[in-house]
């Protein structure tokens, strides 16, 4: 009898076991096919995934901190801190949920946040690359360009992954130029474009980099070569317009003001520069008009008002001239 009650015992244990097995197996697979949604941008799929592999492994700390993720890139702000939260309370030492966690405080604009969970999981896995890119993107923000740049390389040496090694290329490129190092952010844009070349914003600011050296041509190229990528990159007309300014046609900017306006009729900064364009080549009544249609998207830009109080002036109206100036005083040096 005692022998009969042991094998009793080892069946019920044993099926106790599979049936454990069996259940973890199951979470797993819908964790790796929410990754792989994940991967692929379908969010509301990836967060059923690892709702399943919760439902089956309710301690999953890597499913929690995923799903957050997932909600973070849907908005779901509150959902996302919830499942980060559950995460580190299960496993204080996870990392990844750290680095979520920063996602979503830096999506809320939390920037020293983002950068003290950043911190901490860079902490816990000095191997963790994503963290370094966030970070890197956080002290760009804050305008941190040197610690931003330390960040880029770290991530460029950590990183296996061309598309998340030229996006750092590009992170580091844009911190470079905002400090004036016109040279080393078009390298890094360069390595960019090597690494990516179907990305249209490291022709984009290369551009700008060439543009800020004066070398008209070669930006002029990039600029047309991110708009092949993206014919509605309507700053990328923009910014070709004023490199056009610089070789002296006028005409080939208007064009190109014109397109990115067609692009986004609300481009009060294309507004703005075609009149100035037009200014430069005695148009007033274009320029004016222009102004105008500038200042009516945003009505709080001084140096607008200056522009056209000075063409009303020279076009006879001196009372429009006389009211732009004073509104202009109004707003100061916005």
């Known amino acids: 009898m005692k022998n009969f009650t042991n094998l009793v015992w080892l069946i019920l244990m044993f099926g106790f076991f599979a049936f454990s097995v069996h259940g973890q197996e199951n979470a797993t697979n819908f964790y790796n096919r929410g990754i792989s949604e994940l991967d692929k941008n379908d969010y509301d799929k990836a967060i059923a995934d690892f709702t399943q592999a919760i439902k089956l492994n309710?301690?999953?700390?890597?499913?929690?901190?995923?799903?957050?993720?997932?909600?973070?890139?849907?908005?779901?702000?509150?959902?996302?801190?919830?499942?980060v939260?559950?995460?580190?309370?299960?496993?204080?030492?996870?990392?990844?949920?750290?680095?979520?966690?920063?996602?979503?405080?830096?999506?809320?604009?939390?920037?020293?946040?983002?950068?003290a969970d950043y911190n901490i999981a860079i902490k816990l896995d000095p191997k963790l690359w994503k963290s370094y890119h966030n970070r890197g993107d956080v002290n760009l923000e804050m305008k941190n360009y040197n610690n931003a740049i330390g960040d880029y390389t770290e991530a460029i040496?950590?990183?296996?992954?061309?598309?998340?090694k030229a996006s750092s290329h590009y992170g580091r490129?844009?911190?470079?130029?905002?400090?004036?190092?016109?040279d080393g952010a078009i390298a890094d844009f360069t390595e960019g474009i090597k690494l990516n070349p179907k990305d249209p914003n490291n022709y984009y600011f290369r551009g700008d980099a060439e543009r800020y050296k004066?070398?008209?041509?070669?930006?002029?190229?990039?600029?047309?070569?991110?708009?092949?990528?993206?014919?509605?990159?309507?700053?990328a007309y923009a910014e070709r317009a004023i490199a056009k300014e610089g070789k002296y046609d006028d005409d080939g900017a208007i064009d190109d003001y014109t397109k990115a306006i067609k692009i986004d009729p609300?481009?009060?900064?294309?507004?703005?520069?075609?009149g100035l364009t037009k200014k430069h080549m005695s148009n007033y009544e274009g320029a004016i008009a222009d102004f105008t249609k500038a200042i009516e998207l945003d009505p709080k830009k001084a140096e607008i008002y200056r522009e056209r109080s000075e063409l009303r002036r020279l076009t006879g109206d001196d009372d429009g001239a006389m009211s732009d100036l004073n509104k202009a005083a109004s707003l100061g040096q916005n």
């Open 58 to 83: 309710t301690n999953y700390v890597a499913a929690y901190s995923d799903r957050g993720f997932a909600e973070t890139k849907k908005g779901d702000y509150d959902g996302a801190l919830a499942d």
């Open 85 to 115: 939260a559950k995460a580190i309370q299960l496993n204080p030492a996870y990392a990844p949920a750290y680095n979520h966690r920063g996602i979503i405080k830096e999506d809320k604009k939390d920037y020293d946040g983002a950068l």
């Open 157 to 164: 040496k950590l990183e296996d992954d061309d598309f998340w």
């Open 173 to 182: 490129g844009l911190a470079k130029m905002r400090k004036g190092d016109e």
């Open 214 to 235: 004066g070398d008209y041509d070669i930006a002029i190229a990039d600029y047309g070569r991110a708009i092949e990528l993206n014919p509605k990159f309507s700053s």
């Open 266 to 274: 609300k481009y009060w900064w294309a507004y703005w520069h075609r």
